[in-house]
């Protein structure tokens, strides 16, 4: 158990410095992409019910 706690650990770790690098690169086009995909994943939730 203790194997899985520390790949998850790493895994996180990976998507922080992934985020933080994104982040550093370009603040504009990482927040776009980010409501974007947000706001396509809230839109094909909400879509069947109308």
Do not use: C, Y
């Not at 706690?5 to 410095?17: I, Q, S, Y």
């Amino acid at each position: 158990m203790n194997i899985e706690l520390g790949k998850t650990k790493d895994k996180l770790l990976a998507a922080g410095w992934g985020l933080q690098l994104a982040w550093r690169i370009h603040k504009r086009m990482f927040l776009f992409w980010t409501i974007l995909s947000a706001a396509l994943a809230v839109l094909s939730a909400v879509a069947p019910l109308f």
